[in-house]
């Protein structure tokens, strides 16, 4: 069965430091792909960054990187110099062979000054 | 400005009546999505468009109907057979159904049926 998971229901942290948000992920499927969503109060997902099984580079966008570590089944997320606007729930999803996406359950995550 | 946009924001029904929610995109998107957001988790898949006049169940299909008549929009029926139908509802788009295309979200419809 194909699976998200996100271990950590919030996490604190303290503005501009580095922040790692954890997802591993189960499929058998030989090409798949793993987003990571923002979601902020107002309610709208807002996408940030993606990552293909077969790219040969962790993909990066900004201040956001995804640590892909492929033989653990893992892509965490990575958020360099954090920001209070950074808080908000964060969703991993891993994109199936039929192209739907299923969701893990989010990472609250709050910035403190 | 290109987006997506839901209406209305809250809705406030009574059980047992049916409720439409509607979601239009002017990205020129081919596939759209309706997913359900329940608290403390993430989104499910409740129908999906990949082309107009054709539509596909979800995984949460039970209870919910949708139409895609125009390319530009995508509304969801929740019925009266829908056993728990208080929930966040957001609409998304993406250029085509394949690929690594991410979705575009709409800022969601707040359900509440008392």
């Known amino acids: 069965a194909q699976k998200i998971t996100q271990t950590q229901p919030g996490m604190f942290v303290q503005e501009k430091e580095a922040v790692t948000l954890d997802c591993t992920y189960d499929t058998s499927d030989p090409s798949y792909g793993l987003f990571w969503y923002k979601q902020p109060s107002s309610g709208e997902m807002i996408f940030l960054i993606y990552q293909g099984s077969y790219d040969q580079q962790n993909a990066t966008e900004g201040r956001y990187s995804l640590n892909f570590q492929k033989a653990r089944k893992s892509a965490n997320l990575v958020i360099s110099a954090s920001q209070l606007g950074d808080s908000a729930m964060y969703f991993c999803?891993?994109?199936?062979?039929?192209?739907?996406?299923?969701w893990g359950a989010g990472t609250k995550l709050i910035i403190k000054p | 400005d290109g987006g997506i946009t839901q209406s209305p924001k809250y809705l406030f029904r009574k059980e047992g009546q049916n409720v439409t929610l509607s979601c239009e995109q002017n990205?020129?998107?081919?596939?759209m999505y309706w997913y359900r957001q329940d608290p403390g988790q993430g989104l499910r898949l409740i129908y999906y468009s990949q082309i107009v006049n054709d539509f596909q169940k979800g995984d949460i299909a039970e209870g919910y109907s949708v139409s895609r008549e125009k390319k530009e929009s995508f509304p969801l029926t929740v019925t009266s057979a829908q056993k728990n139908p208080t929930a966040f509802y957001l609409c998304?788009?993406?250029?085509?159904?394949?690929?690594?295309?991410?979705?575009?979200f709409g800022p969601g419809t707040r359900l509440t049926v008392l």
């Open positions: 998304a788009s993406s250029i085509s159904l394949t690929g690594p295309n991410e979705q575009f």
């Open positions: 999803a891993l994109r199936r062979s039929n192209y739907q996406l299923i």
């Open positions: 990205l020129n998107h081919d596939a």
